[in-house]
């Protein structure tokens, strides 16, 4: 069967020995929305969007928010900044440089094969809109158009997830596969992550 569609942005796969993911809480920039599973980059000691194409260096996803450092998480699904009424929203940050995430790949252009994982990096691209205001997370996935050797593009594409679709079968390769990547230029790697 086709490999299911749920455009859910990045997801944080390897955890640390305590069972979480390495993590810290970043005040909010009060530019843009955030959603949970969103590239963020830290600009002048804030988060904020990050650009998902290119060489622009990030610090990591977004996975909740909390009213002051540490704080309770909201239930908001999302960072709406039209609701800010202060300066005291943080958003927690899967920023290990070395953090892996799972990702669905798009329908356009040539699908990636089983040789993509390790020789490639690519950049992603929202799904029609940037959130789903229902579940709050970003409709994220890797272009699979942009898919190239070097370091010019935001993630480096690893390998093939072991991902189950609803109906039972494996994850395979083609429209809407799920592939385990890492940052290529991580803002607490000075930048630039060596590709494998």
Do not use: C
């Not at 796969?13 to 009060?30: C, F, I, P």
């Not at 960072?79 to 290990?96: G, K, P, T």
């Not at 993630?155 to 890492?182: C, E, F, M, P």
Request: avoid cysteine; charged fraction near 15%; charge should be negative.
């Amino acid at each position: 069967m086709a490999n299911d569609d749920f455009a859910r942005g990045l997801i944080p796969l390897n955890v640390n020995g305590k069972g979480t993911v390495n993590s810290h809480y970043y005040q909010a920039s009060t530019i843009t929305d955030i959603a949970v599973g969103m590239v963020v980059a830290l600009t002048q000691g804030r988060v904020s969007r990050a650009p998902v194409t290119g060489m622009a260096p990030v610090i990591g996803v977004a996975l909740g928010f909390a009213r002051g450092k540490g704080g309770p998480h909201e239930l908001d699904p999302w960072l709406d900044v039209s609701d800010f009424s202060s300066d005291d929203w943080y958003v927690q940050v899967a920023d290990d440089p070395d953090q892996e995430f799972f990702i669905q790949e798009d329908t356009g252009g040539t699908a990636l094969t089983g040789t993509a994982g390790g020789q490639y990096t690519g950049d992603l691209l929202f799904q029609t809109t940037s959130i789903d205001t229902v579940s709050g997370i970003a409709r994220l996935e890797i272009d699979a158009s942009t898919a190239a050797t070097g370091t010019g593009q935001l993630v480096h594409i690893l390998r093939l997830h072991d991902y189950v679709n609803s109906d039972g079968t494996q994850n395979a390769v083609g429209d809407y596969a799920k592939w385990v990547v890492r940052f290529t230029h991580h803002q607490k790697r000075g930048g630039t992550a060596a590709v494998a």
